[in-house]
């Protein structure tokens, strides 16, 4: 490979030694299984037992995905999201719902929450990394994208 193929790739792959990720499950064991799983991308995980606790973990440390349970005592994952998503700190974190949950009006209702993507348990090991390696690409490129608005924004500023 090229250098400069080299280097677009690198520009574009995200290094996910350096990501955070938020698990949210209220059921101990999920929260075990879900963070072993991330193992094996090397990812930082910051684990919490309801939606309150991750909120408030939220406000001090923006994570770059949150992996979030549905059905949790205290504040549903809907609310949760609902609240990340209308937060402008952290509305552009993406948010996987993870749900035993599988009606036609539970997804809408994730959906209208805000959530970017969701999965449905028992949850498969391969599906789980596929979309969280996704989400975070995505996630990586939305930075970018931003950082680079931000840097013309202010070469125009200059410019003028």
């Known amino acids: 490979m090229t250098k400069t193929v080299t280097k677009q790739k690198k520009m574009i792959e995200p290094n996910t030694k350096e990501a955070t990720i938020l698990v949210v499950d209220d059921n101990a064991q ?11 991308i090397e990812c930082q995980t910051i684990p919490a037992k ?10 001090k440390s923006v994570p770059d995905l ?3 349970d549905v059905m949790m005592p205290k504040m549903s994952g809907f609310e949760v999201c609902r609240r990340i998503k209308n937060n402008p700190a ?3 974190v993406p948010v996987i719902m993870v749900t035993a949950l599988n009606e ?3 997804i809408e209702r994730a959906i209208d929450s805000g959530t ?3 999965l449905s348990k028992p949850i498969n090991k391969l599906e789980l990394m596929t979309r969280v390696k996704t989400m975070l690409k995505l996630k990586h490129l939305t930075d970018q994208l931003e950082r680079t ?6 070469i125009e500023k200059h410019a003028t």
């Open 66 to 68: 949150v992996l979030l």
């Open 116 to 118: 970017d993507d969701f």
């Open 30 to 40: 999920n929260l075990e299984l879900l963070q072993a799983y991330l193992e094996d």
């Open 149 to 154: 608005l931000t840097y013309l924004s202010e």
């Open 104 to 106: 036609l009006g539970d």
């Open 90 to 92: 952290t509305a552009a």
């Open 50 to 59: 309801d939606g309150i606790e991750a909120l408030d973990i939220m406000k």
